[in-house]
């Protein structure tokens, strides 16, 4: 009698474990019916932090599709794809429920184009060198000029002593003062002169104290400005600079 008992409580026991094995294969089911379903495909890609490459850019090198399940993106690939472009600095990619990726950008930022053997091309402070150019159509930074590169490529990094001067002067400038040059002459390696998009003539000199002269490049430009002056040079190889005012 006891060993009927006990066989009827065991068929229970393991018509009870099916029916939560059923029950949790369902759930499963439902769950994984639910993560491919269209609720989680993206809807809006969000890109931040980007100043010179185009959101465009953006998404064609991260590589995300108009139309992919938001599980399905591997958000390590698509950073890791975006640090391939040297443009890139940093970055970070999100899921952002339900429907948006969210990708933020540390760009490097350009310091100036360089002729080279083939056209211009664009270097950041470190002297590497992030695109090139058949034609300037578009300045948004200074151009270096007295000097030429040779046969150099995305991704090299230039070595010209004078030429590493220059960033080292610009790399110290303020982005909002770096826009304000349209130019930076190697005249010598004694003598660099800077011109601003206002005809200013900047005698920027020898290679000494360049963070000091970058600093003051900033202050005078940013008095001119507020004082509404006229003037045809600035002079930094002095301790106290000399601001020479436009004759009229």
Partial sequence: MQTAERLKADRKRRASRFALCLA??????????????????VG????????????????RVAGVPEQVNIFRLKTPEIRDRLLNDLRVAEVQVEREFP???GIHIQERQPLAFVANQYGFVEIDRQGIVMAAFK?????????????????????????????????TYLAALDEEVLNQLSEVNIKSADELVAYTTGSIYIRVGDNQRLMEKAKLTGEILQEISAKKMVVEYIDLNYTSPIIKIRDK
Avoid: C, H, M, W
């Fill in 44 to 59: 809006t890609v969000v890109v931040s932090g980007n100043k010179y490459i185009a959101v465009e850019d953006v998404l």
């Fill in 99 to 101: 429907a948006t990726i």
């Fill in 24 to 41: 949790a294969l369902a759930v499963l089911i439902a769950f994984f019916l639910f993560i491919n379903s269209s609720y989680f495909t």
């Fill in 135 to 167: 034609n300037l159509k578009q300045v948004k930074v200074p151009v270096i000029t007295g000097v030429r590169l040779g046969n150099v490529y995305v991704g090299d990094q230039v070595n010209n002593p004078g030429l590493l001067n220059v960033l």
